[in-house]
């Protein structure tokens, strides 16, 4: 793997992160200002400075370093810039440069196919937990899109890589499990723990994951990652058993994760007797 291929690959990611923080803004700015009659073009339309809306020159766009430069602040009415952009990107140029790295498939025709369209659905993943770390909510447009382009992956593996039907079987399995399992927690709670966004979404990645056993592995280290960032708050007291936490962003932290690495970590379980 050349070293060539991994700053390629970096600056594509970096510029997808940048775009996913214009499009969580963008739409946000839509949905709150439909009454206004205001609208902002989510793909045209020169990125603007979220509080003073002054378009940005092109030596303002350089994802992180012209946040580093201007210090975190506009260049036009210094309010500050939330360090939340630069990490989106830093972050979605990270989670492409590991995909590349990690991808559990050969690099021919099926493998890229699949490659390229993970990297358009991990983008919409992204701007979805973004959204749910922002504004506590998952919005249904958004997952409806996901939800195609995951149908379109399957179709594609149905056509063109001779899967069978045990595959079909197998992403329903995914489906049911990943969103019946919030379902159960949303109807029992009666949606005080977990929002009916969350149903979607798990319904969503379970099926992405095509599989019960990653579905269930991707709910349970979901949990641990959410448990491990609720301890310094529950300690601090900042957060009680009746704060909302969006679950979204942890369980696609996990599908990440098993989208690279859930087959080799399966095969690990099984080797070590653990029955999966
Ligand atoms: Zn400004």
Known sequence: MSFLYIIIVFIVGITFGSFSN???????????????????????G??????????????????VLSWIVLAGK???CHKRISISYPLTELFTALVFVASFAYWPLKFNG???TLFVLWFIIVTGLIILALYDIKY?????????????????????????????YHYIINNIIGF??????????????????????????????????????LAILMIFIASIIGTLFAIP????????????????????????????????????????????
């Not at 990125?47 to 940005?56: G, T």
């Open 74 to 76: 506009c260049r036009y």
């Open 176 to 213: 049911v499990i990943g969103g019946g399992i919030f379902y159960l927690l949303f109807q029992i709670s009666k949606g005080d723990w977990i929002g009916g966004g969350d149903v979607k979404l798990g319904a969503l990645l379970g099926l992405y994951l095509g599989n019960g056993n």
């Open 110 to 112: 099926q493998g890229i």
């Open 233 to 276: 708050g529950l300690i601090k007291r900042n957060i009680g058993p009746k704060s909302q936490i969006p679950y979204g962003p942890y369980l696609i932290i996990a599908t990440i994760v098993l989208a690279l690495f859930g087959s080799s970590l399966i095969k690990w379980l099984i080797s070590h007797g653990v029955y999966v």
């Open 46 to 63: 020169r990125s603007m400075c979220p509080h003073c809306e002054h378009k940005l020159s092109y030596y303002d766009l350089v994802p």
């Open 22 to 44: 214009a499009f969580v803004w963008r739409f946000h700015q839509n949905k709150s200002n439909k009454k206004k009659n205001k609208s902002y073009s989510i793909v045209n």
């Open 136 to 164: 506590m909510l998952l919005p249904n447009e958004i997952i409806i899109v996901l939800f195609c382009l995951v149908l379109l992956q399957i179709i594609i593996s149905l056509i063109f890589f001779d899967k069978n």
